[in-house]
């Protein structure tokens, strides 16, 4: 197990206020979206269903190669956007996972749009103070994850789930590294979250925990997507996102690569798809409640980043609650081909119109197979992408039926691409084809190369000064390249 850890930023308590106020003033802007002038942090509001249920919204899937160990495979599935930095003020804040629901990262081996490898999260609260009452921290320091100081703690069951539903329980009463609540209460978080990573049976580790919002945003360029212009105001704000000074949870796992590969052979079958899911418990009213175990229904799902902004140019306050977006987080993959509208969405995505009217930049003609490829196949030669070579579409995968492969939403890895020694953060339309769209590494910008693919690249050159240069990058600090590579969350007094 890896020890590098970066500490968490520790701000002078002024910058901190300063930071934190900031913070909340974006954040809020964000939900509001270009209505306002401002931007949203997009993929992490994805649908009006993740408004209403924030334990529950997905921001972020990351699926690549682990940098300091080739033979695994490392995926991770962020949550609960938006979490203020945990000070001696505000100690009583507290950011715990979902109790009863079901976190679940999925991969696909064979392209049928249906999981064949499941790894499931189920949290519990373990409240150890006396008669459930008073804080959840406090009043003296925690040091350890069984300090009496820590009264909650939040346990968890991952289960692997096979294909037709086998289960077998890898971890049972984990312990989660707890809300960051500042550094008079947990001096030393570092040291807590090391207690909180576990080995996995057969090879691997995972880590349920609070880290900072690894998401590389853009927030100069969201308002190409939704309106068609640059902004806020290009050439004046810096690109001061809100993502740089807050928190998300997060659910990190690596395991083998021969333990998502086609018949464990990642060498003869090196493509997977990805992505993740959340699923509350619920009841079939449609029958007697007698005896009837909890059915669990899809409330969230992503795969890759900035579908809504791409396909659809949309954002809260632009999508209607039951639209396209909420219809997407309830339906699996494996039925994504059989949405005719989907389909054609994909084909003609809202964006390049959007720029045309505003900026004149001539929108590339449809269909856009490249798109359709980019979301539902992966990269391939011959299939509509448009970059010339296979690169992660499951085609490759020498012992997948071809009549099963369907077209399905997956964040698309290439588990066998070398890992670049000098990783770029445009990714595969900067010529690192270990970079995005070919899974997602935390490092990657994703808009930028959402952009140029959206106005014609590879195919043509996208337009000069589509994107803009910020006077000031105030972007959220690169991730380790060791396990568990997020970094800690931010943390005041």
Avoid: C
């Avoid at 991952?158 to 947990?186: K, Q, W, Y």
């Avoid at 509350?280 to 969230?300: C, E, I, M, N, Y």
């Avoid at 588990?415 to 990783?423: E, K, N, V």
Wanted: aromatic share 6%.
């Amino acid at each position: 197990m890896s020890a590098t850890v970066r500490q968490p930023r520790r701000f002078p308590r002024g910058r901190l206020a300063a930071l934190t106020a900031t913070a909340a003033a974006l954040t809020a802007a964000s939900l509001w979206g270009p209505l306002t002038g401002s931007s949203e942090a997009g993929g992490h509001i994805d649908a009006p269903s993740s408004v209403l249920d924030t334990a529950a919204d997905l921001t972020d899937v990351y699926a690549f190669s682990s940098p300091d160990n080739p033979d695994m495979v490392t995926l991770i599935a962020n949550v609960r956007p938006f979490e203020m930095p945990g000070t001696a003020a505000n100690a009583l804040v507290d950011y715990p996972f979902a109790t009863g629901a079901r976190y679940e990262i999925h991969t696909d081996a064979d392209g049928d749009g249906a999981p064949d490898t499941t790894y499931r999260w189920t949290f519990r609260d373990d409240d150890r103070r006396p008669f459930g009452l008073g804080p959840k921290v406090g009043p003296a320091p925690v040091t350890s994850l069984d300090d009496r100081s820590l009264g909650v703690r939040q346990k968890y069951d991952l289960e692997r789930v096979t294909a037709g539903g086998a289960s077998r329980t890898l971890l049972s009463d984990a312990i989660a590294a707890p809300t960051n609540t500042g550094r008079f209460l947990m001096p030393d978080y570092g040291k807590l979250r090391a207690q909180a990573i576990r080995e996995l049976p057969g090879g691997g580790q995972t880590l349920a925990s609070q880290v900072a919002d690894s998401f590389k945003a853009d927030t100069q360029v969201f308002g190409l997507y939704t309106v068609g212009t640059r902004g806020p105001v290009p050439g004046w704000l810096p690109d001061a996102q809100p993502l740089s000074v807050l928190n998300v949870n997060s659910l990190i796992i690596q395991v083998p690569k021969s333990e998502v590969a086609l018949k464990g052979d990642p060498a003869r079958n090196p493509v997977i798809g990805v992505w993740a899911s959340v699923s509350r418990p619920g009841a079939d009213l449609g029958r007697s409640l007698a005896k009837q175990a909890p059915t669990f229904r899809q409330v969230s799902r992503h795969g890759n980043p900035h579908l809504a902004f791409t396909v659809y140019g949309s954002t809260i306050g632009l999508s209607r609650p039951g639209g396209p977006e909420d219809r997407f987080q309830a339906r699996a993959p494996k039925d994504d081909h059989l949405e005719n509208e989907f389909l054609a969405d994909t084909l003609d995505p809202v964006p390049p119109h959007r720029i045309q009217a505003a900026q004149g930049y001539p929108a590339p003609a449809t269909p856009r197979t490249d798109i359709q490829a980019l979301f539902l196949k992966g990269i391939g030669k011959d299939n509509g992408a448009k970059f010339g070579f296979d690169l992660n579409t499951h085609t490759m995968n020498a012992d997948a039926d071809p009549s099963r492969i369907v077209m399905a939403e997956e964040l698309r890895l290439n588990l066998m691409t070398p890992i670049t020694a000098a990783p770029r953060a445009m990714g595969l339309v900067d010529g690192d084809r270990q970079g995005f769209p070919n899974g997602r590494r935390l490092n990657d910008n994703i808009d930028g190369p959402l952009l140029r693919m959206l106005e014609g690249e590879p195919a043509q050159p996208s337009p000069p000064g589509l994107l803009p240069k910020p006077v000031v990058a105030l972007e959220v600090a690169d991730a380790q390249s060791t396990f568990p590579y997020l970094n800690l969350p931010h943390a005041g007094p």
